[in-house]
């Protein structure tokens, strides 16, 4: 069981997601604002944080990247997009991995080191 | 007389008349000569542009490249020529002043096979010109929208392919999540329908065939009111939750009567999401004067909007904000659309905490049917 931390502000993909990490047994908590993720990730400490990139308020990713890495030592940072420049930014920021909406849960599991 | 009859029985041209054809053609026909140190000048250059510029045969006569066309057009112009006096005939166009024109150059070579001199036609293609920059934008804009329509039909199918997934995994999941599960695919399904209705419903506007007639605002802003309070009744509950509607009598448009209705229903559909959470919520319909025009302006109460950012609005699934107020996106699309089809205009203002402003107006015909001699009163 991996311990994941969704940061999405989108309701329906957010819950959604949650629901499929636990159908696959996983423990998921969610975040809906870039500003609460750095806190809540030091409260869980995820093994795996799954960052939407198109989050309001996300203006700096590699910085929010690197104070979760700070929080959390450790932790996987995945980003979640829906968009096709992914691969760029996942490289700017440093992550250990792109997932790609819609959320294919064998590559996710990959992704996760699960 | 025989001798001005050709074989054919049609009168000859006289110089005179061919002339007058020639200063009749709404272009310039020219000639042009080179001399051995490479001057080029003018022979002849007449037709109805070569008069709006002042550059009949009679003015330029002898006249250079250089003279004719001053500052850097006359570079651009002279490789051309240079290529006619080679013998090539090449077509090009040229700006001036905010004007392009396309010029013909044409070899024309002596009994010694050399070019003797060139002529051609310059005639205005500003039309065209610009024509081909609109449709330029359109596509861009086109592409623009495929790619976010794409993106936002790709999401929901994200949500729905996560939902099912869960559920066929998870088969230890509590009947509760599972239940919650099913009513999530429920909403997104109908949001989707909801995207796809309103494409359908941008698409219609730009297509249908405009039949303007005299169409009675008010009276279908109050309609399109009422329905917005039958459909969620649960705004009327709490002194301050109810909306204050103050629609202006007797506002008249010469429209397109199922376009107006799809306008309104747009920004007054916009103006009742938005005021959801405002204590006291006002929308306002009524008509401004405004640079000499009568403007329609729907007017809420609501959080407003960054004016910053006012253009972006009416681009399709550019939503401004989405966290908490459901829409497909393509709304204010529908209503620019539908103001253009008119010929009018639409614009948006807001003051960020006190409330969002859309004024519209649909065309030029309004002044027109305000001052209607029969005085009838609408309907």
């Known amino acids: ?7 999405d502000d989108d309701d329906d993909v957010r819950e959604s997601t949650l629901l499929l990490l636990e159908a696959y047994g996983h423990e ?69 991995g792109v ?9 996710l599991e990959r992704a996760m080191g699960s | 007389m025989a001798s001005q009859q050709a074989a054919s029985g049609l009168p000859d041209i006289s110089k005179a008349e061919m002339l007058e054809m020639i200063r009749t053609l709404p272009d310039v ?40 066309f001053p500052g850097g057009a006359s570079e651009q112009l002279r490789e051309h020529f240079e290529a006619a006096f080679r013998g090539e005939a090449q077509e090009f166009i040229n700006e001036m002043g905010g004007r392009f024109f396309k010029h013909f150059p044409q070899p024309v070579r002596g009994t010694d096979g050399r070019v003797a001199y060139v002529v051609g036609f310059i005639s205005e293609v500003t039309h065209l010109v610009e024509a081909e ?68 419903g941008l698409s219609r506007a730009g297509r249908t065939e405009l039949e ?21 009744p649960d705004r009327r509950q709490g002194p301050d939750r109810q ?21 309104l229903e747009n920004l007054l559909g916009n103006a009742w999401k938005y005021t959801r959470d405002t204590g006291s919520p006002e929308i306002e319909v009524v008509a401004e004067e405004r640079d000499g025009r009568r403007w329609f302006v729907v007017r809420d109460n609501g959080p407003g909007f960054d004016p910053g950012i006012a253009d972006r609005l009416f681009v399709a699934f550019e ?29 948006a203002d807001a003051v960020p905490g006190e409330g969002s402003v859309f004024r519209f107006h649909l065309g030029a015909h309004h002044a027109a049917t305000a001052n209607r001699p029969d005085g009838m009163e609408p309907a």
């Open chain 1, 1 to 7: 069981m991996t311990r994941v931390l969704v940061a």
């Open chain 1, 28 to 96: 998921a908590h969610a975040v809906d604002d870039a500003a609460g993720v750095v806190e809540a990730a030091r409260g869980l400490r995820p093994d795996v944080l799954l960052q939407d990139v198109t989050m309001p308020g996300l203006d700096d990713l590699p910085g929010l990247v690197r104070a979760v890495r700070e929080a959390v030592p450790g932790v996987r940072v995945i980003l979640f997009t829906g968009r096709e420049e992914a691969e760029e930014l996942a490289a700017q920021a440093r992550v250990d």
């Open chain 1, 99 to 107: 997932v790609r909406k819609p959320c294919d849960m064998d590559a």
């Open chain 2, 29 to 68: 026909v020219f000639r042009c000569h080179k001399e051995p140190d490479g001057r080029i000048y003018w022979s002849f250059n007449e037709g109805r542009l070569a008069e709006e510029f002042g550059v009949t045969t009679q003015e330029i006569r002898g006249k250079s490249l250089e003279e004719l």
């Open chain 2, 133 to 200: 920059r609109r449709l330029k934008e359109k596509n861009a804009e086109l592409e623009a929208f495929t790619y976010s329509v794409s993106h936002d039909l790709r999401n929901p199918l994200a949500v729905l392919m996560n939902l099912t997934e869960a559920l066929r995994a998870g088969k230890d999941l509590d009947a509760g999540k599972r239940e919650k599960a099913l009513g999530r695919m429920t909403a997104v399904t109908q949001r989707m329908e909801e995207t796809i209705e309103g494409l359908l």
């Open chain 2, 212 to 232: 303007r007639t005299e169409v009675d605002l008010s009276g279908m802003a109050r309609q399109v009111a009422d329905d917005l309070e039958q459909q969620d």
């Open chain 2, 243 to 263: 909306v204050r509607w103050r629609i202006e009598p007797r506002l008249e448009a010469w429209a397109d009567a199922g376009l107006a209705r799809v306008l």
């Open chain 2, 319 to 347: 939503r401004v904000d989405n966290r908490d107020i459901q829409g497909s996106g393509i709304g204010l699309a529908t209503v620019k659309r539908i103001v253009e089809r008119h010929d009018g205009a639409v614009q």
